[in-house]
């Protein structure tokens, strides 16, 4: 079955870097796109970030584009989110998640999602 | 940017009663809407796609409805099991969720 496990959530203070990974099994890991949706405590969820199959393409919520970068490793089966200059408002669970589909630029919805780690920006 | 209301933000409910809840998109979304229920401290999980396909697996009390910029999540008979948080999110136009429906017990 779909498994996605998350990791690297931690507590860090205001202005430093952060990277999470997102372990794939169960699935072809490298025939579909992957996100990365967050969820602040007690509030909503706020996609972040989408990457292709293959990397090629990727696109960012404004609220977080050019501070954090995703990428995936095929061979590792592994999604990743690198998070530099962190604020306070980046404080949420993140989740990743992953699309029916390998092209990110057709329309697809999320049909499994990980348990989420827990990212703190504090000082 | 496409925003997603939903209503109500709260609905108390009990066992056996029927549940609609509303989703409303900024602008046309043709039928790219999905649902998904999220209980607390679990990540959601997708219940219906394309405003009214049913995942494999979800039982059929859940339906969907709608197509442009008016949706509705329907239970037909609420079980205990569905007291949740409910969420839409439209996939026309990158992806963007409703604020959340609570579903609570009477």
């Known amino acids: 079955q779909v498994q996605l496990v998350e990791s690297g959530g931690d507590v860090v203070q205001p202005g430093r870097s952060l990277r999470l990974s997102c372990a794939a099994s169960?699935?072809?890991?490298?025939?579909?796109?992957m996100h990365w949706v967050r969820q602040a405590p007690g509030k909503g969820l706020e996609w972040v970030a989408v990457?292709?199959?293959?990397?090629?393409?990727?696109y960012y919520a404004d609220s977080v584009k050019g501070r954090f970068t995703i990428s995936r490793d095929n061979s590792k089966n592994t999604l990743y989110l690198q998070m530099n200059s962190l604020r306070a408002e980046d404080t949420a669970v993140y989740y990743c998640?992953?699309?029916?589909?390998?092209?990110?630029?057709?329309?697809?919805?999320?049909?499994?999602w990980g348990q989420g780690t827990l990212v703190t920006v504090s000082s | 940017d496409i925003q997603m209301t939903q209503s109500p933000s709260t609905l108390s409910a009990s066992v056996g009663d029927r549940v609609t809840i509303t989703c409303r998109a900024s602008?046309?979304?043709?039928?790219?809407l999905a649902w998904y229920q999220q209980k607390p401290g679990k990540a959601p999980t997708l219940l219906i796609y394309?405003?009214?396909s049913l995942e494999g697996g979800v039982p059929s009390r859940f339906s969907g409805s709608g197509s442009g910029t008016e949706f509705t999540l329907t239970i037909s008979s609420l079980q205990p099991d569905d007291f949740a948080t409910y969420y839409c999110?439209?996939?026309?136009?990158?992806?963007?969720f409703g604020q959340g429906t609570k579903v609570e017990i009477k």
């Open positions: 998640a992953k699309s029916q589909t390998a092209l990110v630029i057709d329309p697809h919805y999320f049909d499994y």
């Open positions: 169960g699935f072809t890991f490298s025939n579909f796109g």
């Open positions: 990457i292709s199959y293959d990397g090629g393409n990727k």
């Open positions: 602008q046309s979304i043709s039928s790219w």
């Open positions: 394309k405003a009214s």
């Open positions: 999110q439209q996939y026309n136009s990158y992806w963007t």
